[in-house]
Antibody, heavy 118, light 109 residues
């Protein structure tokens, strides 16, 4: 069964770049017809889709974040990554990675809390 | 952009009662593109329902989904203690994009 695990710094300074990686176990990230996604959840708030990358490398972003986000795939490591530039306190959230082989997300990673603070 | 509005924001019920959560889309969407998730405190969301009415693997049959067009419903027939959680609807849109509702908290009365 597929398993996803987020990793990366838990603390990022304002104006810097948030970088997270999701490692996928079971199967090849490039051979499956999946979308690989990042979703975040600010403390005590709801879920926000950040963006997705298709197995082919095509990317799709939330319009509200598009100018600051890059999602990429590293097939050699079976990983995909998130970079969010120019962060502020409003970017403090639990960040989840997830996969979608159709129109819904399943499974999800356990999530990682990223705090933006100096 | 399709906006999903869930109601109510909070549902206060007792174990054994029936829970009904509504998700309304700002424009008509395909039922194939509508999913529901459960999120327990401190946990990642879990897929419950996909395609508006199909239960995900391992989901008990007390959970059911229905609806079409702009109005969708998640029903929990008899609440178990582990069902008290937050529920989100989600739709897949063209481009592609994904959008979540704001969530409904089902709490113990």
């Amino acid at each position: 069964q597929m398993h996803l695990q987020e990793s990366g710094p838990g603390l990022v300074k304002p104006s810097e770049t948030l970088s997270l990686t999701c490692t996928v176990s079971v199967g090849s990230i490039s051979s499956s017809s999946y979308f690989w996604a990042w979703i975040r959840q600010p403390p005590e708030k709801g879920l926000e889709w950040i963006g997705s990358v298709y197995h082919s490398g095509s990317t799709y972003y939330n319009p509200s974040l598009r100018s600051r986000v890059t999602i990429s795939v590293d097939t050699s490591k079976n990983q995909f990554s998130l970079k969010l530039r120019s962060v502020t306190a409003a970017d403090t959230a639990v960040y989840y990675c997830a996969s979608a082989d159709d129109y819904w997300f399943d499974p999800w990673g356990q999530g990682t809390l990223v705090t933006v603070s100096s | 952009e399709v906006v999903l509005t869930q109601s109510p924001g909070t549902l206060s019920l007792s174990p054994g009662e029936r829970a009904t959560v509504s998700c309304r889309a700002s424009q008509s969407i395909s039922s194939s593109y509508l999913a529901w998730y459960q999120q327990r405190p401190g946990q990642a969301p879990r897929l419950l329902i996909y395609g508006a009415s199909s239960r995900a693997t391992g989901i008990p049959d007390r959970f059911s989904g229905s609806g079409s067009g702009t109005d969708f419903t998640l029903t929990i027939s008899r609440l178990e203690p582990e069902d008290f959680a937050v529920y989100y609807c989600q739709q897949y849109g063209s481009s592609p994009t994904w959008t979540f509702g704001q969530g409904t908290k089902v709490e113990i009365k």
